[in-house]
C-alpha cells in the first residue's frame, strides 16, 4: 500500500485518499506538433522498474495535483512535490540517490 502526503495541504493518507494520474513530467507538444509527436504524447509512457514520477490528485481532501516519486519494485515513497514545476527538487534527486546508488534519472 502507497502512503503518500500531499506537499499542499500536509494531509498524509494511503493511495484510496488520492486518485493517481499518470506518468509526470511530460513532454507537451502544441499544435503544431507532427502526427508522431502526437502519437508519442498520447500512447508511449516508461515503465519502469525502479524510481518513477507520478501524478497523483488529493481527491478527497483539497483535489490539487502533485507529485510523488516512488519505486515500482518495493512500493517505497521517496517524496511528493507540487506539480507545478517542470522537475522533482533536488533535494528529492539526492534522496534518491542516496538510497538508490544505480539509478539513473534526472
Known sequence: MLLLTCPHCG?????TEFA?????HLKRFGPGSSDGEFETYLFYRRNPK?????????????????????C????????????????????????I????PEWEGF
Open 50 to 70: 525502479g524510481v518513477h514520477f507520478e501524478r497523483w490528485r488529493h481527491a478527497f481532501g483539497c483535489g490539487k495535483w502533485f507529485h510523488a516519486a516512488r
Open 72 to 95: 515500482t519494485v518495493t512500493m517505497e515513497v521517496f517524496g511528493t512535490y507540487p506539480a507545478d514545476v517542470t522537475e522533482p527538487p533536488a533535494e528529492l534527486v539526492e534522496t
Open 11 to 15: 494531509v498524509s493518507g494511503d493511495e
Open 20 to 24: 493517481p494520474g499518470g506518468e509526470a
Open 97 to 100: 540517490r542516496a538510497k538508490r
